[in-house]
């Protein structure tokens, strides 16, 4: 077992003669400043072989932490690439469905015109919208759970990911309603 900074966690050691690579990594534990230890690491790796190259000696903490660096730089990639995402897709949603209610305006004159409050006509033209806007919230949301689980750190919670689902599924609606009642309360 390996002791670190988030606890202890369960590694499994193989040996090289196994699992041929180009790198290897060796950990060694030292006492006090690692500083000192670094060129006795270093020359003890070249005295056990001559084919072999030291590239650095670098402390745990220092590997844990560009380990981390990846880690949050992936993490901020993702984050700004579901932000792009959500911007089109508001954008994309807003446009057709405004569109299509657009499309709709000498109908709701028509039914107008034939003696419909305007209670009515909005709840025909908001209805037949908000099943389509609710289809594809429901089919997003199934797809998003499972996936921000699969993209979620360890020990994250499920209420984290469902909460951020649910936040993006709010928006996403609130979209719908606006994009629906624009053109409407102008065709109207």
Do not use: C, W
């Not at 419909?116 to 919230?137: C, F, K, M, N, P």
């Amino acid at each position: 077992q390996v002791v670190s900074r988030r606890g202890t966690e369960t590694a499994v050691l193989v040996p090289i003669e196994r699992n041929p690579r180009n790198t290897a990594v060796v950990a060694v534990r030292t006492k006090g400043p690692t500083g000192r230890a670094e060129a006795r690491i270093a020359d003890a790796i070249r005295a056990e072989s001559a084919y072999v190259t030291v590239n650095e000696v670098v402390s745990h903490a220092t590997a844990i932490d560009r380990a981390r660096l990846e880690a949050i730089v992936l993490t901020r990639t993702f984050l700004v690439l579901g932000i792009v995402a959500l911007l089109l897709a508001m954008g994309g949603l807003f446009a057709v469905v405004s569109l299509s209610i657009a499309h709709r305006g000498r109908q709701v004159g028509i039914i107008r015109a034939l003696g419909a409050r305007e209670r009515d006509v909005l709840s025909l033209i908001i209805g037949r919208t908000g099943v389509h806007v609710l289809v594809g919230l429901l089919v997003g949301a199934a797809l998003a759970v499972p996936f921000s689980r699969l993209l979620a750190d360890p020990g994250t919670s499920m209420a984290t990911s469902l909460i951020t689902v649910l936040v993006i599924v709010a928006i996403i609606a609130l979209v719908g309603i606006l994009a629906t009642l624009r053109p409407l309360r102008r065709a109207l």
